[in-house]
Structures are given as C-alpha cells and as structure tokens.
C-alpha cells in the first residue's frame, strides 16, 4: 500500500462513490476472481476462480476450474498479482502462471487435463456508476468481505479440457464477479447465479453474508437482475431496499423489494451433487473446505414493478452456493473424506 491517502483508502478494501471496484485493492488478504460460463444449447456450464491472497510468506493464489460434467480441480500455487489499473488477475509464477485472467480473456492451465482458454466479446458490464455490488457498504473501510459482480452476460469462444473431455464453446454466455476482504471469506455466506434463461439477454446475481467492521456487525443479501430488456436491478440495501433471504444446503429463498420493485427467487439442488470447493485462509497459506457449490441447480425468479409482473423467468443451470468451513467440513465426513482435505482426490 503506497502513501498516497486514496490507495491507504482502497487498501481497507473500500471504494469511493463512482470509484472502479474491478480494480486492485493493494492491501486486503484476499481479492477473489470468478467466471462462469453456461452454454444452454449444450447444458454445459464450467466455472474459473483465482483468489490473489496475501500471507506472511508473500502473495500466493487460490485456483480452481470445474465442470458440470463433475471434474474438479483446485490448487494453491506460490505467486500472486492483481492489476492496480483495471480488472486483471494472474495466479502463480509470472513466468508460468496457472491462471491468467482479463475483461478480453481467461488462461487456465492446472495441468493437461484441466485447461482453459476463452475470449470474450458482446460484455454487458455493470451499469451503474455510483456504486458497485455492494451499494453503499462498499465506501465502509475494513469490511470482512465486498463484492462486485462486474460482468452481467457477455460471449465467450474457445475450449476446455476437464479430464478425459474436451469442450468447444462458441458464443456461450459469461458472467464474472470480484469479491475481496481483510482475511478470505466470512463465517457463513450464501450465493447464486444464474443464465440460461428463455431470453439470453437475462442474468440474476446474488450473495449475501454476515458483514462485519469493528462494532459493525449486519447480515445483507444484494441480489442483481439483467432484465431482457438491459435493464438492471439492485436491491440490498437493509433499510430502502432489504432483501430476507432463507437458505438451506438444498434451497434458496429470496424476497427483494424497494424503489417500487419486488423480486422474488427460488433455487433448490441437491447436497449429494455438491462440489466442496475451497476457501483461503491467507494468513495460514494455505485452502480449506469451506464452500458448497452446485454448478446446475433450478432457479425460479419473477420481478414486479409497483405490482404490475414485469419478468419471469425459469433455468436449470443456475448455480447455488452455501459455504461456511464447518458446513464443508461435516459434508466431507459424511461423504468419507478427511475434513483437512488429505484424501480428498481433487486437491493439491
């Protein structure tokens, strides 16, 4: 973190009103990177993360790709950067990286059988100038976690190999997101994305969690929704706009309204077709068990202005998270597997 009084600001993790969150906050433990790519002609759907963490033995990253065709592959690998100009991530040795990721294009290279390489065009980036996903909390210094999702649909081109297949994409639908905080993730947290709607042009976004800074302690849902028509929602913010959510390992039920605006979603999957993915704890250097992610679960959401229905729209690719490290870890013992991860095949 330089001298300069605006980045000692960002390096809390906070943003300034009509600041650019997708780039780089120099001094917070971890800044996560995500995409997520559903193909509805083919039912396929793969996803891409690399936190950048920041411990006592230097920057190290968090990296992941898997598919909806139950391939999974996680690591943590020494080196870390983050663009300080623009959204940009790369994970691993500069000279080798695992995981190269931008706003035209995702590298990922975890070994011959987990390979990635897209480029994206036709984006439909976040909107709003004002604020970023989350709203007004994200000018609140130190927070536990913030998060953007900076991508809302888009095109992406190109292949990945996820163990013995190999996917074409041409023209599949993106999305992306950032989160980040002063130390991973927090105690207990839920989310969900979705695409493959009836009208391409849709996406419902959302993450919620126990926020936390000093005294400050609130638990907040912002959920997001790309109309067809471009339009875009954003509701969360606990006073003008609350969303109450219900969360289960299976369900997911949301309730959002404000500025005149009602939305309600519901999303279920089952817990047996949960990947447990990883979570840093960047002080320690290490990933833990710590997040129950379905790649393809149902969602439901329909969307009403003072009333009057406006959308509605139904998928089977949506995907539903709920994460917590001692929710993970009572999945992995109840599937037979070591909660510290030693014998669970897909990590390294």
């Keep these: 973190m330089t001298g300069h009084p605006l980045a000692r600001y960002r390096g809390t993790g906070a943003d300034l009103p009509f600041g650019d969150p997708t ?7 971890m800044e996560g990177y995500f995409w997520r790519l559903t193909d509805p002609a083919t039912g396929r759907v793969l996803i891409a993360l690399c936190g950048a963490n920041q411990g006592p033995e230097g920057p190290w ?27 940009g991530v790369r994970g691993g040795p500069a000279a080798s990286p695992a995981f190269v990721g931008s706003p035209e294009r995702l590298h990922v290279d975890l070994g011959a059988d987990a390979r990635l390489d897209l480029r994206f065009h036709g984006l439909r980036p976040w909107p709003h100038r004002t604020f970023g996903g989350s709203s007004v909390f994200q000018v609140i210094p130190g927070l536990n976690q913030y998060w953007h999702p900076w991508l809302l649909g888009g095109r992406a081109s190109g292949t990945a190999t996820l163990g013995g297949e190999t996917w074409e994409f041409t023209d599949a639908q993106v999305y992306g997101e950032k989160n980040w905080g002063r130390e991973g993730f927090p105690d207990s947290w839920w989310w969900g994305q979705a695409q493959g709607f009836a009208e391409p042009e849709a996406c419902v ?3 919620g969690g126990l926020v936390t800074a000093g005294p400050l302690r609130v638990e907040v849902t912002g959920l997001v929704v790309r109309l067809p028509d471009a339009r875009v929602l954003r509701l969360g913010n606990p006073v003008v706009s609350p969303v109450h959510t219900r969360t289960t390992d299976d ?7 404000g ?7 519901t999303g279920s999957a089952p817990l047996a077709d949960a990947f447990v993915l990883p979570v840093p704890l960047p002080s320690e250097h290490r990933n833990v068990a710590g997040d129950l992610e379905h790649l393809t679960g149902d969602l439901e959401v329909t969307v009403s202005r003072f009333g009057r229905h406006v959308w509605g729209g139904r998928t089977t690719l949506a995907a539903l998270e709920h994460g917590g490290l001692d929710r993970a870890a009572s999945e992995l013992r109840r599937r037979g597997l070591d909660p510290t991860l030693s014998d669970a095949p897909p990590w390294t």
């Design 251 to 257: 369900s997911w039920v949301l309730s959002g309204r």
């Design 205 to 207: 976004a959302f993450a």
């Design 61 to 87: 990253a968090t990296v992941g790709l898997a598919g909806s065709n139950g391939f999974l592959r996680t690591a943590a690998v020494d080196g870390a950067w983050t663009d300080p100009a623009r959204l």
């Design 23 to 29: 780039r780089a906050h120099r001094g917070v433990a």
């Design 259 to 265: 500025y005149g605006w009602r939305v309600e979603v």
